[in-house]
């Protein structure tokens, strides 16, 4: 019997009937019927059970599984065969259904019948699959069956609704819903349709989600359109079921239209889905999304999509709790897990939508792009940005680009960036590459505020992402350093800077390649060496870290090497290193410590370590003056910026103090005696000592020793009794006490103030007539001797500059005066010594580097001046015109400085000279203090002069007089430009050294930009009342002298002075205003003060004044002073101030014009000239001015033609030596600039007008035509230039040629007027081609070929013309000779003189007819055979008029055919 065969388990591989195979040694229901006996086969006389039997198919009872005993394709084939051939058909399938129902009225034969059955194998078994269909599946696909079956099921379902799980944990409305899936054939599909439809809407929620997610594979596709149709009316009513219907929609074969509709509902109750249901919903949305309306769907998911407000606030502290803790372990609670779950996904779908999908990708950066307002930047913009940056690699310079400029806008600021990486953390850390080359590329760009946001890339990636990212930011942050690029090394150290303090711990865990940035220190500057030192001793002596004794050693191994090599560039690299590990050794933690109750003084062991490193710079020093200047310059700037511990501090100003009486102290009333050269003498006191107490700086002597001693000769007696030390040390030693006794008795300077008073030793500096006399090496030395007494002093100012008391005031105002009067007697010694190397005034490894150079570049200045004043007027144009104004200084038109006054009254080319040397050698000056400036505060000064018992002797008045304001005003303006100017604005000249325009700045250096304009805006209110003082000056002296410089009543030596300082303070607002770290929002308060500053000078107003009424105030103060300059120089700066300030305005627009009527007073002003045989502005100058009054003016075509038409010709009928009456600075001279100019401007113009479309009206194109009437006018006079006419010409082909085509018709007689102007410019131009070939002018000839071809398309341009309006027959051809500027003939064309003459009668004759001239010709190049020319009439109808265009053809050199 079948019966008892050994049965074999099947595999169940339905995918919804896992359940059942997990319970399957459970035991049965207790619904089973008491008739039924486990495991046996069913029993029963109906049909539906005989059928079956015959069919193939066993059925079972209890837990059995139905047995299949054939093939499943030949059981349905048998079984529809049996029914089909039943006598009783088609009745019999109704009693089989009815037998089927009363079978399954059992829970267990229904269950049995639902899951799959188990085949019986035979030796003989088929090869077939394993996998069986239940019983209820197989009867589903035989086609008379199928339609009762399912209604049956849909009948038996309803009994299940609330039944989820059986006691076998088997669903059984799962099952049943699985039957349907996957049929081979759907005999009545719109039937099934509605019937699954009608159970969706009575079915439980539960039942729901899984009958819709299973339509897809019920359905068939014809029925999708009316599915879709019911899901969209089921998504309306019950919103629950959003997520399966999106999801199912997804999967069907919708129309787009429909899909649309869908799409906007969803996006309406966006906001108030949940988080767990939006990776569905934005999935649906994305994969909805045509390239049509693609940027306005991303526009709105992105405003309607907020994740920030989606995670929990306890999610978002458990989130900063995990960041804080090492492990970062998962969250504890599952609400917290699965929201960080779901916006993983959420972003996952999202990458994957843009990575397919190029179209949502540069919608969604579009979209971003568009937004302007700073509050509508989100964090999910950013992350966006970053995962379009990540996935796309088509689109990162497009992402680039956008981050740029909302960061230079200021919409993505820091704290959006925070709040992006500490609530998506997880997110980004899987982009963590990507995010990294962002920020190095960001650090390539020359703005500021873009390297600051890459710099917050690398220190947020660092703080928020794990272990291995971290050893990827330092090692980017390594490459930066290691890269050379100046701006990348500084931002990369102070990031590394900011880690160490952020994250000491993590920092030391990649210590290793911070260290090895020790291997890469010649390409980098010495304050870099410094933050790399700090980074590096920082690790090392860490009381966090014990495990930091390596780093230790590492760093005292590589000082000692590089103290102790001979090469002197390493030795100060030592000296930088050593004293920065030093100063971090010994910094006073008493502040830091008191919180913790650690120990707050310095250990006597550590007191030692210090001292014996500084001991070991000291001696490892001493041998060299530069190397230990240096060190004495290192040692004092870490006292000034650092807090030393006290114990340190008191034995390093105990030692200095001592060491410096002993070098350079002497007592006044003991002249020194020696084989001096010059007679010793105690100068430049400031009291007299009558007592034995006295004492002088022992200068001359000690420099004569150090030069005797080079030179091998004996050592005086004066020495011999004591060390040498170099003079050299003398400022630098001198800047160390001052600081340590500074910091010892808090700024109380009492113990050392006897040095301000004290006289140097020194000879009678002024040269007088032994000048030519004296040998040169007396020069050198007089010269030397005047550089270091400069240096003492301006030392001595820098330390008593903050004094308060009248008394000290004034010998500061004195020692300043003393100051500027050695510049002027060391300008006559420079003159006659060209060679001469200054001794150093700035120890730093730069300043060794460019030393060569600069004293190079000095004696050639001196030996070639003539030359280099050419040079600069021939290149002056070439340069930008930030460099225009940062050089003004160096070239041949800068103001006489304050210094050459007293020498002569009549400015020599020799002065000239020395003042541009001195200027040059401002890298042998000891650095000004920027505390230095607040003598700018002094007014008069009155200093009391006591006798012996402190009775007042006499009363002096001190003031601060123009030459030192002028001095000041210089040094200040040149630190701005230091550190305010952007670097690609002070771009340093080919092969000169890259650090060269810091030499003189590095105690600057190591303070902020943000410090340093805030000390300058404490002086706005000095420098404004100087500079209304000034103002008032040269009103004074224009209304006694009528403004003429030379009158009897004007001291040209004073008038240069104040000039200069006027110009010195417009530089330095200039400088200050246009500063690009106002962009930035934590600088707006600096910019609102100072702006406030200037609007009280106007009228005192309320401090909450809004920022556009104080532009605009600030704006009408400046401008105040235009009547008052006195130089072209000072016009300029004025101008751009006001456009610095105007550029902060979002009302700009408006004082637009009043910059234009500015520029065009000062362009119409006559201004003082220097030099009779050249005028006073430099063609630099003049080009800036001039550009900016044609950018800023309202019509430049008008202003083009105004001083083309008006002020040309007054130059023309002038006198040699003469300027246009309309525009003075309109000369022979500057003829060239104002023509180069207007053409440039015009041709930017006419490139500006937008070419003409048929569907602008008629008033657009009669306007168009006027104002290419008007260009084309401007360019009949200025056409003399090849180079601008050809641009112009390309401009007239691209913008006006397609409004011609429309206007033809319309406006003919406008159109030939402008054709017949423009045709005499073109015939010139081709004349200057035969010009340029005769004279073999390359200049020219280099512009020739691209002219000539452009002149070609025109001629074609014309002919497309006219053939679109129907005159192609106008069109003529015409073979003319080639002439030369004057009309003549060339001769190269004589050979086929006879030709030409024929082929010019044959055109007369069709000339004659058509009212024709001869219009040009043009040299065939490279060719015997004459050039034959395209001509051009324009006929309408009967009537011909004469308008022609020509150019170059090469066609065959024979007449025309009559």
Not at 1223 to 1230: G, K, Q
Not at 1267 to 1276: K, L, Q
Request: one cysteine or more.
């Amino acid at each position: 019997m079948v019966s008892k065969r050994r049965l074999s388990r099947s595999e169940d591989k339905e995918s919804l009937t896992e359940d059942a195979s997990k319970t399957r040694k459970q035991p049965l229901s207790k619904k089973t019927k008491k008739s039924h006996i486990a495991n046996e086969v069913e029993e029963n006389d109906s049909i539906f059970v005989k059928l079956l039997k015959i069919s193939g198919i066993i059925l079972k009872t209890g837990e059995s599984q139905n047995q299949l005993a054939v093939d499943q394709i030949a059981f349905q084939k048998k079984l529809f065969q049996t029914l089909r051939r039943h006598p009783s058909y088609p009745k019999i399938i109704e009693e089989f259904v009815s037998g089927l129902e009363s079978y399954i009225e059992d829970e267990d034969s229904f269950r049995n019948c639902l899951l799959s059955c188990e085949r019986l194998q035979d030796e003989e078994a088929s090869m077939g699959a394993s996998y069986s269909k239940s019983l209820i599946k197989l009867l589903l696909g035989i086609d008379i069956l199928q339609p009762a079956i399912i209604k049956t099921l849909f009948e038996k379902l309803p009994e299940y609704f609330f039944e989820n799980k059986n006691s076998d944990e088997i669903n059984i409305p799962r099952l049943i819903v699985s039957q349907l899936k996957w049929l081979d054939r759907v005999v009545d599909g719109k039937d099934l349709t509605t019937k699954i439809m009608q159970l969706i809407s009575i079915a439980p929620e539960n039942l729901q989600h899984d009958i819709i997610t299973s339509l897809p594979e019920i359905v068939g596709d014809s029925q999708h359109a009316d599915v879709g149709k019911e899901l969209s009316d089921l998504l309306i009513e019950n919103t629950s079921l959003t997520v399966p219907i999106l999801d199912v929609l997804s999967s069907l074969r919708l129309d787009p239209n429909f899909l649309l509709k869908v799409r906007q509902l969803v996006m309406d109750k966006l906001l108030s889905i949940r988080l767990e249901d939006l990776p569905v919903i934005i999935k649906f949305i994305l994969h909805s999304i045509t390239a049509m309306d693609a940027l306005e769907v991303i526009s709105e998911l992105r405003e309607k999509l907020d994740l920030q407000h989606c995670v929990l606030p306890s999610r978002l502290q458990a989130s900063q709790v995990k960041l804080k803790s090492k492990g970062r372990a998962s969250s504890s609670g599952n609400q917290e897990s699965s929201g960080q779950n779901c916006i993983i996904l959420l972003f996952d779908v999202i990458k994957s939508a843009i990575r397919y999908e190029k179209t949502i990708s540069e919608a969604w950066i579009k979209a971003i792009e568009n937004t302007a307002s700073v509050s509508e930047h989100k964090v999910f913009d950013l992350v966006m940005l970053f995962i379009i940056y990540s996935t796309n690699t088509q689109t990162k310079k497009y992402i680039e680009r956008v981050l740029r400029n909302k960061i230079r806008s200021g919409c993505i600021q820091e704290q959006l960036l925070q709040s992006t990486f500490s609530i998506h953390y997880l997110v980004l850390k899987d982009m963590c590459s990507s995010i990294l080359s962002l920020a190095q590329s960001l650090l390539h760009s020359p703005d500021q505020s873009i390297i600051s946001f890459g710099s917050l890339l690398y220190k947020y990636a660092f703080k928020f992402f794990d272990t291995y990212c971290q050893q990827e930011v330092v090692g980017a942050l390594v490459t930066h350093i290691c890269s050379g690029n100046e701006a990348e090394v500084d931002t990369a150290l102070d990031v590394l800077l900011e880690l160490v303090v952020l994250n000491p711990s993590a920092m030391m865990m990649n210590a290793v390649f911070v260290k090895g940035i020790l291997d890469y220190l010649d390409n980098i500057s010495p304050q870099q060496i410094r933050k790399l030192f700090y980074v590096l001793s920082t690790l090392a002596f860490s009381k966090q870290n014990e495990a930091s004794s390596h780093i230790q050693d590492d760093m005292h191994l590589v000082i000692r090497k590089q103290l102790s090599s001979t090469v002197f560039k390493y030795k100060l690299i030592g000296i930088i290193g050593a004293v920065t590990m030093a100063g971090i050794m010994a910094a006073d933690r008493s502040e830091s410590s008191s919180l913790t109750q650690d120990r707050t003084n310095l250990s006597d062991e550590q007191c030692t370590q210090v001292t014996s490193l500084l001991q070991l710079v000291h001696s490892c020093s001493e041998q060299s003056p530069q190397a230990s200047a240096l060190y004495y310059d290192e040692f004092a700037n870490l006292i000034q910026h650092e807090k030393l511990d006290p114990k340190a501090l008191e034995w390093v100003g105990h030692t200095i103090c001592n060491d410096f009486q002993d070098a350079f102290v002497v007592d006044s009333c003991v002249v020194p005696e020696g084989d001096f050269p010059f007679p010793v003498k105690a100068l430049y006191g400031l009291e007299e000592y009558n007592t034995q107490d006295g004492i002088a700086i022992n200068l001359l002597p000690l420099l004569f020793s150090q030069d005797f001693a080079k030179d091998g000769g004996p050592v005086t007696s004066q020495e011999s009794g004591q060390k040498l030390v170099s003079p050299l040390c003398l400022a630098p030693y001198f800047r160390l006490l001052r600081l340590c006794v500074e910091r010892q008795h808090n700024g109380n300077l009492e113990e050392i103030d006897g040095l301000l008073d004290c006289p140097v030793f020194l000879t009678d500096l002024e040269p007088g007539e032994r000048l030519e006399s004296m040998s040169a090496k007396e020069c050198s030395f007089m010269c030397s001797l005047i550089f270091l007494t400069l240096n003492w002093f301006r030392e001595i100012v820098n330390a008593f500059c903050r004094e308060t008391s009248p008394e000290m005031k004034g010998k500061v105002l004195t020692r300043l005066k003393h100051i500027v009067e050695l510049q002027i007697i060391l300008e006559k010694y420079l003159a006659v010594t060209p060679d001469y190397v200054p001794p150093l005034g700035n120890f730093d490894v730069e300043t060794l580097d460019i030393t060569p150079h600069t004293v190079t570049a000095i004696s050639a200045k001196i030996r070639k001046k003539g030359k280099i004043e050419r040079k600069q007027e021939t290149d002056g144009s070439k340069t930008s015109s930030s460099d225009t104004l940062s050089e003004e200084k160096n070239s041949e038109c800068d103001p006489t400085p304050s210094h050459k006054g007293p020498l002569n009254k009549e400015f020599t080319g020799k002065e000239e000279k020395t003042s541009l040397l001195l200027h040059n050698s401002h890298a042998f000056f000891r650095e000004l203090d920027i505390e230095v400036f607040s003598i700018l505060h002094c007014g008069l000064v009155t200093k009391f002069i006591l006798d012996t018992e402190m009775h007042t002797e006499a009363t002096e008045v001190v003031q601060l007089g123009p030459p030192e304001l002028l001095f000041l005003l210089e040094d200040l303006s040149q630190k701005l430009e230091s550190m305010l100017t952007p670097p690609i604005a002070r771009r340093v000249p080919f092969l000169k050294n890259k650090g060269s325009r810091n030499i003189g700045f590095s105690h600057l250096q190591q303070r902020s930009a943000q410090e340093i304009v805030h000390c300058v805006f404490q002086l706005l209110t000095p420098m404004c009342n100087h500079l209304e003082n000034i103002h008032n000056y040269f009103q004074c002296l224009a209304a006694e002298n009528h403004s003429v410089v030379d009158g009897p009543g004007v001291k040209v030596q004073e008038y240069h002075i104040m000039s200069s300082c006027y110009q010195r303070l417009l530089q330095i607002f200039h400088g200050l205003f246009a500063w690009s770290g106002f962009s930035q929002p934590e600088n707006q308060n600096l910019l609102y003060s100072a702006l406030h500053v200037l609007s009280s000078r106007l009228k005192q107003g309320e401090h909450s004044q809004p920022l556009e009424e104080l532009l605009s105030q600030s704006f009408h103060y400046l401008q105040n002073f235009h009547q008052s300059i006195p130089s072209f120089q000072c016009a300029l700066y004025l101008i751009r101030l006001l456009m610095v300030i105007l550029e902060k305005s979002t009302a700009s627009t408006q004082n637009k014009e009043k910059i234009a009527s500015l520029a065009r007073q000062f362009l119409c002003r006559v201004w003082p000239s220097g030099d009779k045989e050249k005028s006073n502005i430099s063609n630099d100058q003049l080009h800036a001015l001039l550009c900016i009054y044609l950018e800023h003016t309202d019509s430049i075509l008008k202003a083009i033609e105004e001083i083309a038409g008006v002020g040309i010709p007054e130059l023309i009928n002038s006198p040699k030596d003469a300027s246009s009456s309309t525009f003075p600075t309109l000369t022979r001279h500057t003829f060239v600039v104002f023509f180069r100019v207007m053409m440039a401007e015009l041709e930017k113009t006419v490139k500006k007008i937008e070419p003409g479309t048929a569907a602008d009206s008629q008033q657009i194109h009669e306007e168009k035509l006027l104002y290419w009437n008007m260009a084309v006018r401007d360019f009949s006079i200025l056409i003399n230039l090849i180079k601008y006419g050809r641009l112009f010409v390309e401009a007239f082909l691209k913008q006006c040629m397609p409004l011609l085509d429309f206007s033809f018709r319309k406006h003919r007689e406008d159109v030939l007027s402008l054709l017949e102007t423009f045709q005499l410019d073109t015939r010139l131009l081709h004349h200057l081609c035969g010009h340029s070939k005769i004279h073999q002018d390359t200049r020219l000839t280099q512009h020739v070929p691209l002219l000539k071809k452009t002149l070609e398309l025109l001629v074609c341009r014309v002919k497309a013309m006219l053939t679109l309006n129907n005159c192609r027959e106008a069109f003529w051809l015409g073979n003319l000779k080639n002439r030369d500027l004057q009309g003549e003939e060339i001769k190269s064309q004589n050979s086929q003189e006879s030709t030409a003459d024929e082929s010019e009668d044959d055109m007369s004759s069709q000339a004659s007819k058509s009212k024709a001239t001869e219009v040009s010709l043009e040299k065939a190049p490279e060719s015997v055979t004459d050039g034959c020319i395209l001509l051009i009439v324009l006929s309408w109808w009967s009537r011909t008029l004469p308008t022609y265009i020509y150019c170059q053809m090469l066609l065959c050199p024979f007449p025309f055919p009559p």
